[in-house]
């Protein structure tokens, strides 16, 4: 018995009834009860359809089992239909699209024992499974066999209608059991057979995604064939869950990576490869990426020494933590990015053929050294915060990634000392630039007044303190005009 449908032989459809007839007299195909086939009409009465099986005799089914609700026949002589052998003689073969409507024990025995399915409808859910309304009798289903995996909401077929195959037929037909499951892996059975025929290791097949599991995701290559892209396969990329990569419904593109046995004899397992199926992405990184050029990343993962962003996709760079920012010394990578987080990144260095890129978030952001002796020349007022108090001095932020020093001796040398002194890390002051180097990195500030390196216009000196003569008594005004006689 298979699943998937005897193909017979296309039909000309200006050929007459004899010829049709004769066209398929020579065929030699054997059917047997329970056979699913795809047969092309070849004759219409008003009670019956004749097929062509394929084989020597042909097939006839009740007319009333293909027409509509309103008595049409939506067929012609010439279109093809999927049905079931019910029964096999010398004369011809009696086909259906599944028993349904209404019977008694013996038509379901009859079902039962030719593996013809029966037309069910889900009632309701019971212990153990499912009520099954089949031939307007009570069935049941276990839920085990209500699919061929566990459902998710076991009330979601309620109400639905599929085929089933009835396994069980007791007391006269008060005690029916029914199993959908097992339709659907014959059909998956002779599916698989039919695929296995024409397909091999490294062939590269179009699919949709079914379903995603914690370790991957299954592709449904085939019509009741499905295959599984693990999750290592699902990208190039690094991910955590299939979800991640692709979603139920999705078309893609997968690479046979191997056909074999199941875990446990169950059946066969065939492992795709998604990112196969594109081809490695390092292979085009020279004619994309290039030094020196800024791009858009991804943060994947941190590591102790920094954190690895994904420039392509498929492809990572390390940003390690002395190239994180310019406005603070980074010790954690976690301090300045998280996972998940979309920065920017420069490529200091690309090596194709090692297959690595080191990257600079701080590049990216532009060195704020490479102007600041322009911004900040000598003799420039700033305001900033203080960032700490230090034995030498107080650092102050002037601006993103610029940190000059206030040093102790200029503080107790300037008449602001006490009130500089009493400064803390976080409050704002406004100094002088006195001296900047681009080549050292170093800008040592002043108080607003003290004298500085050049560009100074001595404005200061308006508030620096008075220095006033000293007033001599009678005897000391008589000693200075001694010392001045005697030079």
């Known amino acids: 018995m298979t699943g998937e449908p005897i193909d017979t032989p296309e039909l000309d459809e200006s050929a007459s009834f004899a010829e049709l007839l004769e066209a398929h007299a020579g065929g030699t195909?054997?059917?047997?009860?329970?056979?699913?086939?795809?047969?092309?009409?070849?004759?219409?009465?008003?009670?019956?359809?004749?097929?062509?099986?394929?084989?020597k005799v042909d097939g006839v089914i009740d007319r009333r089992e293909l027409e509509e609700?309103?008595?049409?026949?939506?067929?012609?002589?010439?279109?093809?239909?999927?049905?079931?052998?019910?029964?096999?003689?010398?004369?011809?073969?009696?086909?259906?699209?599944?028993?349904?409507?209404?019977?008694?024990?013996?038509?379901?025995?009859?079902?039962?024992?030719?593996?013809?399915?029966?037309?069910?409808?889900?009632?309701?859910?019971c212990k153990g499974g499912y009520n099954v309304d089949v031939l307007r009798k009570r069935a049941f289903c276990p839920g085990s066999q209500i699919d061929l995996h566990q459902l998710e909401d076991a009330e979601s077929v309620v109400g639905q209608t599929f085929q089933f195959l009835v396994t069980r037929v007791e007391q006269h037909g008060r005690n029916i059991v029914v199993s959908r499951r097992a339709l659907l892996e014959r059909e998956r059975d002779a599916a698989l057979a039919t695929f296995l025929e024409g397909v091999k290791e490294g062939d590269v097949l179009e699919g949709t995604v079914t379903r995603l599991a914690p370790f991957g995701a299954f592709v449904e290559i085939a019509p009741g064939v499905d295959g599984m892209v693990h999750i290592s396969e699902l990208t190039w990329s690094r991910v955590a869950q299939a979800d991640e990569a692709v979603s139920v419904g999705d078309r893609v593109r997968v690479k046979v990576l191997g056909i074999g046995e199941a875990p446990k004899g169950k059946g066969t397992r065939i492992s795709l490869s998604v990112k196969q199926a594109g081809?490695?992405?390092?292979?085009?990184?020279?004619?994309?990426?290039?030094?020196?050029?800024?791009?858009?990343a991804k943060v994947v993962r941190l590591a102790p020494f920094g954190a690895f962003v994904e420039v392509l996709p498929g492809v990572e760079g390390l940003v390690h933590v002395s190239e994180m920012s310019w406005t603070r010394r980074v010790n954690k990578p976690e301090e300045i990015v998280a996972v998940g987080d979309a920065v920017n990144v420069k490529i200091k260095e690309l090596d194709v053929a090692k297959r690595r890129i080191s990257l600079s978030l701080r590049d990216a952001e532009g060195d704020p050294w490479a102007d600041a002796t322009e911004r900040f020349a000598p003799g420039t007022q700033v305001t900033g915060t203080v960032e700490k108090r230090a034995q030498f001095g107080l650092f102050v932020n002037i601006a993103p990634g610029l940190t000059g020093l206030l040093p102790e001796g200029i503080i107790k040398s300037s008449g602001q000392g006490a009130s500089l002194s009493k400064l803390n890390a976080g409050d704002s002051v406004t100094l002088t630039v006195r001296d900047i180097s681009a080549e050292t990195r170093r800008i040592t500030l002043a108080p607003v007044g003290d004298a500085g390196h050049g560009g100074d216009d001595g404005s200061w000196k308006q508030f620096a303190p008075r220095k006033e003569k000293p007033q001599l008594g009678s005897l000391g005004a008589a000693l200075q005009a001694a010392m001045q006689k005697r030079k």
């Open 279 to 296: 081809g490695d992405p390092w292979e085009t990184v020279g004619d994309r990426l290039e030094q020196d050029q800024v791009v858009p």
């Open 69 to 125: 609700a309103d008595g049409s026949l939506p067929y012609a002589v010439g279109d093809r239909v999927d049905l079931y052998v019910t029964a096999v003689n010398g004369q011809e073969i009696r086909l259906s699209k599944g028993l349904s409507g209404q019977g008694g024990a013996a038509v379901l025995e009859e079902a039962r024992d030719s593996g013809v399915p029966v037309e069910g409808r889900v009632t309701g859910t």
């Open 29 to 55: 195909r054997n059917v047997r009860p329970g056979d699913r086939i795809s047969a092309a009409i070849v004759a219409i009465t008003d009670d019956s359809v004749f097929v062509a099986t394929g084989s």
